[in-house]
């Protein structure tokens, strides 16, 4: 497919040789005439390489040597990445695709120049929008309608537990199909230039988030599925800090991935689930709260709080370390460190500061 891919380009570039005789207007010209655009959009579209929107002046996260240098994108780095394209190459990219091509000073010029004059981010974001936004609607307002009691209740009495669990897993899956098929569509808008050490964010957060989700996960209690009368037990473990781990580890998850990619629809995305988690932490205990008589419910959340450390600090209960495991901590930071060793592969871009 790489292959068959970098031929557009050649092409591209063979076809449009002749046309970069005459003088356009457009200052960006040079770039569509020299074949660059076949793999830089202008736009922030994906490519084989990185857009040239916004590029000119920005910091970039490039690896000279192997090791990972932040640089900025001045006169001097473009005619370096122009001329030596493989002494540094852009994070997240691949070495070896970009062509040599031996070019004059005047050329060189040029090609800066235009590079200068490709417009920022501020252009207004296109694409389309629509299948990235009602995927994620259905993900989030999909759980949290199909989970409440108004509609849970009547749909269950009609088609069974076992229905219902279809049902779910359709709508959810349906919202995922629709988010995984729409985010490339929607283009690229840069809210803001985050600063490089908002890249340390995710890299403190998220050891912490996947540590709540794995010891969410695997510590029984009377907010996981299945385990409703677990309640009279009192909290154990994780839920003396707080009665939905889990969920709390998706929202740090989502919440920490905001500031470094500052953009759109990652943002829209990491929100969403975010919003999600948060939301069901407070869904989960008005679903148990509407139940009469629960008294067992009514004093686990007495004992227990939303926020992490608050029952504790009030002395509603008390933290016992023990309880947690340290094997559930152990698993937690080696799932975030195989994260983050297959962030690259996986997402495309390294997720280290
Ligand atoms: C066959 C595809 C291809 C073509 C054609 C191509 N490039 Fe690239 N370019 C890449 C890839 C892949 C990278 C990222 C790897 C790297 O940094 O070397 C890149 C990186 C760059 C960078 C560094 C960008 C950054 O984000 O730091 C600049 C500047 C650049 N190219 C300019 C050009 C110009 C100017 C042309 C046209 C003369 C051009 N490229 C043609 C594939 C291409």
């Keep these: 497919m790489r292959r068959v891919a970098c031929l557009v380009p050649i092409l591209t570039l063979a076809w449009s040789a002749p046309l970069a005789a005459q003088s356009a207007p457009d200052p960006t010209a040079p770039l569509v005439a020299s074949g660059c655009t076949g793999c830089h959009s202008l736009d922030g579209a994906p490519n084989q390489g990185p857009t040239f929107q916004g590029l000119y002046g920005s910091h970039r996260g490039v690896y000279r040597d192997g090791e990972r240098v932040t640089v900025v994108a001045d006169d001097d780095y473009l005619r370096r990445s122009i001329a030596t394209p493989d002494l540094e190459i852009a994070d997240g990219y691949d070495p070896g695709f970009m062509p040599h091509v031996s070019r004059d000073d005047a050329e060189f010029d040029a090609l800066v120049a235009a590079l200068a004059a490709v417009p920022s981010s ?6 389309t929008w629509w299948p990235l936004c009602l995927g994620l609607f259905l993900f989030v307002f999909g759980h949290l309608a199909l989970s409440s009691a108004p509609l849970r209740g009547p749909i269950v009495a009609r088609i069974g537990e076992k229905g219902f669990s279809g049902l779910y897993s359709l709508v959810a899956f349906a919202g995922v199909g629709l988010v995984v098929w729409g985010y490339p569509l929607a283009s690229y808008y840069l809210i803001f230039e985050p600063p490089t050490w908002t890249r340390w964010i995710p890299n403190l957060i998220v050891p912490i988030a996947f540590v ?8 029984p209690g009377p907010t996981s599925v299945g385990q409703a009368d677990r309640a009279g037990a009192g909290p154990r473990g994780i839920h003396r800090i707080t009665r939905h781990p889990a969920l709390w580890g998706f929202a740090l998850w989502g919440l920490a991935h905001v500031p470094p990619n500052a953009d759109l629809k990652s943002s829209l995305l990491f929100l969403g689930v975010a919003f999600l988690a948060f939301a069901g932490m407070v869904h989960i205990d008005l679903r148990r709260a509407a139940r009469p008589d629960d008294h067992a419910w009514e004093q686990y959340e ?23 495991g340290i094997w559930r901590v152990l698993a937690g930071l080696l799932a975030w460190a195989a994260m983050l060793h297959l962030h690259r592969l996986v997402i495309g871009v390294s997720a280290l500061p």
């Design 122 to 127: 501020t252009t207004p974001a296109s694409g």
């Design 212 to 219: 709540l989700m794995v010891a969410g996960f695997t510590t």
């Design 302 to 324: 007495k004992q227990t709080s939303v926020f992490p450390f608050v029952a504790i600090a009030a002395g509603r209960t008390s933290l016992v370390w023990k309880e947690i």
